[in-house]
């Protein structure tokens, strides 16, 4: 159960930092709900996690994205568009936006959940993050959501590049190759997370050199999310366009 005192205090947070008074204050608190603090209802309570809004806001959050990126990439053909919208919507990206508002702070976890660090484990805030945007989408619908967020990741959308922007797996490798002679790689070197929406750790690599770690709902998309890491390790923006390299 939550208090009226947790749920006023969830209420003022949306509000100040999403810019969304919610209609229904329980759609909120679920969003915020991670299972380990579920598990830990006694038997006779039933207490609902967001493992299901955060399956329709990836939808609404992937769907949101396509349609800011085909409004500002008139002439981008589909690759090019699927490789912008991993790069927008990964989870080291969406912990970087769910940090920024704080988000953290407000998770409803379970004691082992939090005891081990979890108000700041990258797919625990990506995994929220995409609960709000379900449970935004459920109570003030899809203006309520664009809105919401564009503003998550405005600083990210508006660095995207042109036509010819390549996305940070292409760039690794174009660099790679011009400086080094060599192509990066990817391991999977972890794997978590119940089986309907798992969360893969890949570590990008030159030859036996660790270059970044990244995690991500899909191999590909955790690809991505180490190769941006190990751009950034390597000092180089994670998006640019070739002529500019």
């Known amino acids: 159960m939550i208090t009226n005192k947790e749920l006023a205090a969830l209420q003022r947070f949306a509000s100040s930092r999403l810019g969304h008074a919610f209609s229904d204050p329980q759609l909120l608190a679920e969003a915020l709900t991670h ?5 830990e209802a006694p038997p006779h309570q039933s207490l609902r996690h967001n493992e299901r809004l955060e399956f329709l806001g990836d939808a609404v959050l992937g769907m949101l994205v396509a349609e800011w990126l085909m409004s500002r990439l008139p002439d981008a053909d589909e690759g090019e568009l699927t ?4 790069s927008l919507v990964c989870m080291n990206g969406l912990a970087g936006a769910a940090r920024s508002i704080e988000l953290g702070k407000y998770l409803r976890l379970g004691r082992g959940e939090e005891l081990s660090g979890g108000r700041d484990k990258d797919s625990l805030l990506a ?3 995409e609960a709000l945007i379900g449970a935004i989408y459920l109570d003030g619908g899809l203006p309520a959501c664009r809105r919401v967020v564009h503003d ?7 660095q995207l590049p042109g036509d010819h922007g390549l996305d940070p797996k292409s760039l690794l490798q174009q660099h790679l190759q011009r400086r080094a002679g060599t192509t990066p790689s990817y391991r999977v070197v972890g794997e978590s997370g119940p089986d309907h929406l798992p969360t893969f750790t890949v570590e990008a690599l030159a030859g036996n050199r660790h270059l970044g770690a990244g995690q991500g709902h899909s191999k590909k998309e955790a690809e991505q999310a ?3 890491e190990a751009l950034k390790n390597l000092s180089l923006p994670d998006h640019i366009a070739p002529e500019d390299e």
Not at 35 to 39: E, H, P, Q
Not at 83 to 86: D, T
Request: glycine share 0%.
């Open 35 to 39: 299972r380990s603090l579920a598990n």
């Open 83 to 86: 490789r912008l919208r991993a």
């Open 127 to 129: 995994d929220a993050l």
């Open 152 to 158: 998550l990741l405005a600083e990210r959308l508006e």
């Open 226 to 228: 180490a190769a941006a």
